[in-house]
Every structure is written in C-alpha cells, then in structure tokens.
C-alpha cells in the first residue's frame, strides 16, 4: 500500500491529518492560518464546495448564486497547479476580530507561473473562521523575494 500523500498546505503532515477533514466536514480549521492553508489545499484538491462555504457571509461573492460561484472555482481550480504554499507572518485577531495571514502561493496555469503573494482577512462568523478579504500582488509586482515580506512590510 502507497504512503499516504503529503498535504497541498506544505505543512508536512499527510493530507489526511491535515487539511482532509476541514474539507470533509469533520472539523473546523481552529485558527485562522489553519483556514488559510486548508483553503490553498482545496483549491489543490479542486474542493470547490468547501471554498464557497468558508467564504465569510460579508465576502461579495456570497451575494451571487452558490452554484455559479462554485463552478467557477472549480473551473479556476482545474486550470491551475498549486504545488507550494509559505506561510511566512500571521497575526492575533484584532479588536474587531479579524485575523491576517501573509502567505506566498506557488500557482502555474499551462506552464505559466501566476505566483502571489496575499495578506488575507479572517473573521469568525460564529460556526468557523472564514475567509473575509485579502491583498494580492503578482510575483512581477514585487521589488524584494516574497519570502522576506512580513505582514508589517507588505506593500499595499
């Protein structure tokens, strides 16, 4: 029998310890990297159900029909290949209650590296942290290796 394969969130565990029983349903992602990183793995997994459904109630995207967006995810999700996720600064939700995440996303569509970097927004709605809002810049658009960005340096 193969070894169970490693995680699409890089965090070294096995997929089925990690990542697989947020997207089953079985639990929660207890903090807000955890969401992040399980979100990034089902985007890897091509989970489009559970993307939509850790979309805070606020995000805009819940204001459109479940069914088109999550078409559309999996759509996204099917063209591209996510083979690298860094975590690489996190912060405490605030007073408000809205946690960030710095993460850098090794992402390639038919070959074409279409790598980011992405401060997101988190807040709990009650049931589970959910994915708010976040700031995107494009590979291209940085001026130092993406590694050496913190949420305090991130230029937007």
């Given at each position: 029998m193969p070894p169970a394969p490693p995680c699409p969130c890089c965090s070294g565990l096995r997929y089925r310890e990690c990542c697989a029983p947020f997207h089953r349903g079985d639990a929660e992602a207890p903090d807000a990297e955890r969401l992040m990183r399980s979100r990034y793995s089902a985007f890897a997994m091509r989970e489009a159900a559970y993307l939509w459904k850790t979309l805070h109630p606020s995000h805009p995207d819940r204001a459109r029909p479940e069914d088109v967006v999550v078409r559309e995810l999996r759509t996204f999700a099917q063209g591209h290949q996510f083979p690298k996720l860094v975590v690489m600064d996190r912060r405490e939700p605030d007073a408000q209650g809205t946690a960030q995440v710095l993460f850098f996303a090794k992402v390639f569509e038919k070959g074409k590296e279409r790598s980011f970097v992405e401060r997101s927004d988190f807040q709990h709605d009650g049931v589970g942290w959910r994915y708010h809002s976040g700031d995107t810049l494009a590979l291209r658009?940085?001026?130092?290796?993406?590694?050496?960005?913190?949420?305090?340096?991130?230029?937007?």
């Amino acid at each position: 029998m193969p070894p169970a394969p490693p995680c699409p969130c890089c965090s070294g565990l096995r997929y089925r310890e990690c990542c697989a029983p947020f997207h089953r349903g079985d639990a929660e992602a207890p903090d807000a990297e955890r969401l992040m990183r399980s979100r990034y793995s089902a985007f890897a997994m091509r989970e489009a159900a559970y993307l939509w459904k850790t979309l805070h109630p606020s995000h805009p995207d819940r204001a459109r029909p479940e069914d088109v967006v999550v078409r559309e995810l999996r759509t996204f999700a099917q063209g591209h290949q996510f083979p690298k996720l860094v975590v690489m600064d996190r912060r405490e939700p605030d007073a408000q209650g809205t946690a960030q995440v710095l993460f850098f996303a090794k992402v390639f569509e038919k070959g074409k590296e279409r790598s980011f970097v992405e401060r997101s927004d988190f807040q709990h709605d009650g049931v589970g942290w959910r994915y708010h809002s976040g700031d995107t810049l494009a590979l291209r658009e940085l001026k130092v290796p993406p590694e050496t960005l913190t949420i305090a340096t991130f230029p937007k």
